[in-house]
């Protein structure tokens, strides 16, 4: 649908108003600007019926003025009044002129008939003449007129003002608010632009420096700001969905080679080819050793899953002894490895839960075992500062390349096979676990480099007192 353009909208709705406001008061000012010279008029018409003496009509006899103070009275009206000098005249009770001070009436005798019922100012509609009655003391009426022309000229002049003012003010608001339109309606205008280009997918589009009023500066301001956590949501966006992607690939990989070797192995059997009892049970190892991967993979993930719905029950739990715990579980189970513990100071409270703590660290030094040579000791490391316990866990092996430290723990990464000093390498879940555990406890998993070549996986977690 087409609209107003801004600018126009508001150069119209402004010229508009003021030439409406501008009418009125016009209108205003010449109604009283008339009323006043009408005034001026009446008055003039008292003066001149108190000054002038009705002359008489040459070839009636009728005498000059008086005295010489009325001619004198006469003579300076006249003076005054040249361009339309007042005109006596008297009536009988028939409206018939008696006297005149002029030979020849400007105006119609018909005009007037009735004017001895009248008493004070009236107008001569028709013949333009404004007129005075009033009644002589010997009976008559007397009648001064003076001529509107002077009056209708001058409105005519006032009113031609008035338009010429009023078309050089609308003419002079005219170009100022172009002006101003056009300065305020250029940064919203680029700004409208730039988000239209947006909508269309051109993303990389800068709004440009703040400029114009304060309002379109902080629009513009505000739009720039939009426009960064717009960008911003939409390359998290497009990560999550490229980690996403790339976590279905690796689970999908990962799920394959156990139903592989499943699947082999009932091929087989399904074939006769397992006619031993040694067969059946070497495939039968393989397949509880598969199916146990399968599950481990599921339990994985499942708790990967479940991080934020399931509730934690939290408690006071003594890192000390869980450790040690752990470490003594370890070297039944890799005992060509050898474990060192060091616990320093006292009091390694912290308030979680003891069986994921215990998982996270059970992960963290297998891991540390599976990437360390059998003989090369691994470094269980306990110590506690003013606000937390610190778990450090270390060994000797190839370390972490640079670009892979930002990638280590998430699901189902893993590094390159100079990691792998067994020869396995697990679902690469793992490290992610330890990640999420230890920030649903509020801690945080940090990975350095070991001094003379490893990796140190520094674990903090906020201690509390003792209970």
């Not at 109604?31 to 008292?46: F, G, K, P, Y």
Request: with cysteine; net charge negative.
């Amino acid at each position: 649908m087409s609209r107003v353009p801004l600018r126009w909208l508001l150069l119209g709705s402004v010229l508009g108003a003021i030439a409406i406001a501008f009418t009125a008061f016009a209108v205003y000012l010449d109604s009283v600007e008339r009323a006043n010279r009408m005034a001026d008029i009446d008055s003039e018409l008292v003066r001149a019926e108190r000054a002038l003496e009705v002359r008489p009509v040459p070839g009636r006899g009728q005498p000059p003025p008086r005295d010489a103070e009325a001619a004198a009275a006469l003579e300076e009206n006249e003076q005054q009044l040249l361009a339309s000098p007042p005109i006596r005249v008297l009536l009988d009770d028939d409206s018939d002129v008696i006297q005149s001070s002029v030979e020849t009436l400007p105006f119609e005798i018909g005009a007037l008939d009735g004017l001895e019922l009248v008493s004070g100012p009236t107008t001569l509609a028709e013949d333009r003449f404004r007129v005075r009655v009033s009644e002589t003391p010997n009976g008559s009426v007397s009648v001064t007129a003076l001529s509107l022309e002077e009056y209708d000229a001058a409105a005519t002049r006032f009113r031609t003002t008035l338009a010429a003012g009023g078309g050089v003010i609308l003419a002079v608001v005219a170009v100022v608010l172009w002006v101003l339109t056009a300065f305020l309606a250029r940064p919203v205008t680029r700004m409208a632009d730039v988000a239209n280009r947006i909508a269309s997918g051109e993303l990389d589009q800068p709004v440009g420096e703040p400029s114009g009023a304060r309002e379109t500066a902080e629009l513009a301001v505000d739009l720039e700001r939009m426009l960064d956590r717009l960008r911003a949501a939409l390359a998290e966006a497009n990560g999550s969905r490229q980690r996403t992607e790339r976590l279905l690939a690796d689970m999908a990989h990962e799920i394959r080679t156990p139903l592989t070797a499943l699947k082999g192995y009932s091929d087989l059997y399904a074939k006769g080819m397992l006619a031993e009892v040694e067969d059946v049970d070497r495939a039968m190892t393989r397949i509880g050793s598969e199916s146990q991967r399968l599950t481990d993979l599921a339990n994985g993930m499942l708790r990967l899953a479940r991080h934020d719905s399931e509730p934690a029950e939290m408690c006071h739990v003594e890192i000390s002894p869980m450790i040690e715990g752990v470490a003594d579980d370890l070297r039944a189970a890799y005992p060509h490895h050898d474990l060192q513990v060091e616990l320093s100071g006292s009091d390694h409270w912290v308030m979680g839960e003891a069986g994921r703590l215990q998982q996270a660290f059970l992960n963290l030094t297998s891991n540390a075992f599976h990437h360390s040579p059998p003989g090369v000791a691994v470094k269980l490391l306990v110590d506690r500062d003013d606000t937390d316990v610190v778990v450090r866990v270390v060994d000797r092996g190839p370390g972490v390349s640079a670009e892979d430290r930002d990638e280590i723990f998430s699901p189902f990464f893993r590094a390159d096979t100079a990691r792998h000093r067994s020869g396995q390498s697990g679902a690469g879940l793992g490290l992610s676990l330890v990640r999420q555990i230890v920030e649903d406890h509020h801690g945080t998993v940090d990975l350095e480099e070991t001094s003379g070549g490893g990796a140190t996986f520094l674990v903090t977690l906020p201690a509390v007192p003792a209970d």
